[in-house]
């Protein structure tokens, strides 16, 4: 087998990460309540490179399936790599927000919109697609351990949240009536959807880690993918209040508001607890070694919703306390995201990232002190 086989043949859905991690870029930089100078041409280059990114995976997947379907089909069947099912809907709508706010400047605004509607749809499709089947096959198939929980399990389910987001940015381009309100409705059920399944996990997560504590392996990162639904819910929150005036009577429009900032601060509250556990357990095992892997990627778009939801209450509630704390947040996801980027690339040349993924369950396990 040729270099270039051995790698398709080894390619999984979790290089989609890549393209979430990138286009994140765009859609938080393109939204921030601050826009110096130079953001604005930055996204545009970043939203190019992310869409060119999104074709090639797509490409590669389709030779994967062709060449090596067997591989391609054992991806479902491996407990680790099964989640990562859900990256490839959630790079196409990042890409499609990302088109609709910032590719608009290079081919127009119209095209923009009917690219993003159709991303959207595909997006929406295969995420709700895999909130369904992923789970599924670990409630009767996949062997899952007690110790097994790990952020990656929140990747099939955020989707729909991201849907949520993508479709509320819809609405304004939809004509008056019935079709604007049931996108509406429709947005507000996918965000009930997924944030009630992300719950759950994150519940798993943080049992998991009390009674087992982490892996200490380069899965560590994943924790971060905790931010996605619970950024990503404030985000939607906030959007469907900004155009709940298009779409239902002003009393209920006028509630999404409220909604927006009494569920929006306690979540963000939340966050910025997580974003201080998880960034102490990626130093503690940084410093035991990790070794790089794409699980590194849950270091961009987790935190590029945590971006989003912090602009968000920035606009409903006015605070200058919020913008600062997004332009912070923008300014660490810009550093880690050009770490992992290039680390990627190097990766890449050097064929380590394409290794076969592995099989067996990862133990979870505590610091063991001597007395």
């Known amino acids: 087998m040729t270099e270039t086989g051995s790698r398709l043949g080894n390619f999984g859905p979790n290089w989609f990460s890549s393209v979430m991690g990138t286009g994140i870029l765009v859609v938080a930089g393109a939204t921030l309540p601050a826009q110096p100078p130079g953001l604005r041409v930055f996204t545009e280059i970043v939203w190019v490179c992310a869409a060119?990114?999104?074709v090639a995976l797509i490409i590669a997947v389709t030779v994967q399936w062709f060449r090596h379907p067997t591989v391609a089909r054992g991806h479902a069947r491996n407990p680790q790599m099964a989640h990562f099912y859900g990256a490839a809907p959630m790079a196409?709508?990042?890409?499609?927000?990302?088109?609709?706010?910032?590719?608009k400047?290079?081919?127009?605004?119209?095209?923009?919109?009917?690219?993003?509607?159709?991303?959207?749809?595909a997006g929406t499709i295969g995420g709700l697609f895999t909130a369904m089947t992923i789970?599924?096959?670990?409630?009767?198939?996949?062997?899952?351990?007690?110790?097994a929980a790990f952020g990656g399990w929140l990747m099939p389910v955020v989707p729909p949240m991201v849907s949520a987001a993508v479709g509320a940015m819809l609405i304004p381009h939809m004509a008056a009536g019935t079709g604007r309100t049931t996108m509406f409705y429709g947005c507000l059920a996918m965000f009930g959807l997924s944030l009630i399944a992300a719950l759950i996990i994150i519940?798993?997560?943080?049992?998991?880690?009390?009674l087992y504590g982490t892996s200490g392996t380069a899965r560590v990162p994943t924790l971060w993918i905790v931010l996605g639904p619970l950024g990503q819910s404030i985000t939607v929150a906030g959007l469907l209040a900004t155009h709940a005036h298009l779409a239902v009577a002003p009393e209920l429009a006028a509630g999404t508001e409220i909604f927006a900032i009494l569920f929006g601060v306690p979540v963000w509250g939340f966050c910025v607890l997580w974003i201080g556990l998880a960034a102490a357990l990626t130093v503690r095992t940084l410093r035991r070694g990790m070794p790089f892997a794409l699980t590194w990627w849950s270091l961009t778009f987790?935190?590029?919703?945590?971006?989003?939801?912090?602009?968000?209450?920035?606009?409903?509630?006015?605070?200058?306390?919020?913008?600062?704390?997004?332009?912070?947040?923008?300014?660490?996801?810009?550093c880690t995201w050009a770490l992992v980027a290039v680390r990627t690339a190097r990766g890449s040349l050097a064929g380590s990232l394409f290794a076969p993924p592995g099989a067996g369950p990862v133990t979870a396990s505590k610091d063991v002190r001597e007395k």
């Open 302 to 334: 987790p935190v590029g919703t945590f971006v989003t939801g912090t602009t968000q209450l920035a606009v409903h509630t006015g605070l200058p306390a919020f913008e600062v704390a997004a332009s912070a947040a923008y300014a660490g996801l810009l």
């Open 52 to 54: 060119v990114l999104l």
């Open 203 to 210: 519940t798993m997560i943080w049992s998991r880690l009390a």
């Open 105 to 121: 400047d290079l081919i127009g605004e119209s095209l923009a919109v009917d690219i993003n509607w159709v991303l959207w749809t």
């Open 135 to 147: 789970p599924y096959l670990m409630f009767t198939q996949l062997n899952v351990g007690p110790d």
């Open 92 to 103: 196409l709508l990042t890409v499609g927000s990302g088109t609709m706010l910032v590719g």
